[in-house]
């Protein structure tokens, strides 16, 4: 049996004249999660379809728990379970109902499928909302039930397709707890997510996707010591004086310093530290006065920037399929 949970090699999908993925190698191995990052159009969802048998792939190979996706197709979607963006499950029916149909199609008989739908949602909050219809629920209950849905038989490796998106903070944090679970259990979670604070929280790896093309691979730490081993957050007192301000840091420092769409906030990698107290006594010499002065790990939001030349929000095209 093999280590890895997914190998590809060379994995391409065309739409039209775009290349919604551009020749993709990974190497994931099993347990955990794998945080696959990107903006939308990024080709996140196209990779993740062709992963799970969804979609046929145009060049190159992928195998997922071992076996071929286009050779061995019903065997790797009998091992995996995909939740996507939106929801699967029927809006007009129960949580109970929902779950009871989805025990009967993997062969759960009778009695059997209530219970397991019972112990589902029971497992994820949801008993006490069993009996009511599905469209009555809220956004966090529905991904829930989602995620439930997907594990009527426990799966050796789950897709999860941004299931966080368009979720309030305390539902999300909700679904992190619950695929926290999932992995103690032994299930392998490759995640795919544009939110960059969401791969740092739960992934033990992380693959940065944009354009269809991975553009870089590691721990969050790695990927952070990868722009420079720290990044300095200044913050002017009053908008008019952060054009001097930046031209004291540029001198001290020696680095140059980005602006935000904060008017009276600079950003920039350092990778030597030693100057930093001089400048701040350069600033207050200058009579600049200072809301924040922070030096720290760089961000995720800060790693991509740095990789890609754009924020992680920004959208990119990507053909028919959306990512």
Known sequence: MTDLAIETQGLVKIYG??????GIDLAIARG???????????????AIRMLATLIRPDAGSARVLGRDVVREADTVRGLVSLTGQFA????????????????KLYGFRGASATRRGDELLEAFGLADAADRQVKKYSGGMRRRIDIAASL??????LFLDEPTTGLDPRARNEVWDIIRALVAHGTTVMLTTQYLDEADQLADRISVIDRGRI??????????????????????????DRDAARTILVRELGVDFETTHDPQALVAALEDRSGVTRALTALEDADIGLAQFALGQPTLDEVFLALTGHAAEESAEEGEEAA
């Open 32 to 46: 955990g999660v794998h945080g696959f990052l990107g903006p939308n159009g990024a080709g996140k969802t196209t």
């Open 17 to 22: 004249k775009q290349r919604a993925v551009d």
């Open 215 to 240: 553009i870089a691979e590691g721990t969050s730490s790695e990927l952070k010591a990868s722009v420079g081993s720290g990044t300095l957050h200044v913050r002017v007192m009053k908008p008019q």
């Open 152 to 157: 009527v038989v426990s799966p050796e490796l």
């Open 88 to 103: 699967s499950v029927d809006e007009d029916l129960t949580g109970r109902e929902n779950l009871r149909l989805i025990a």
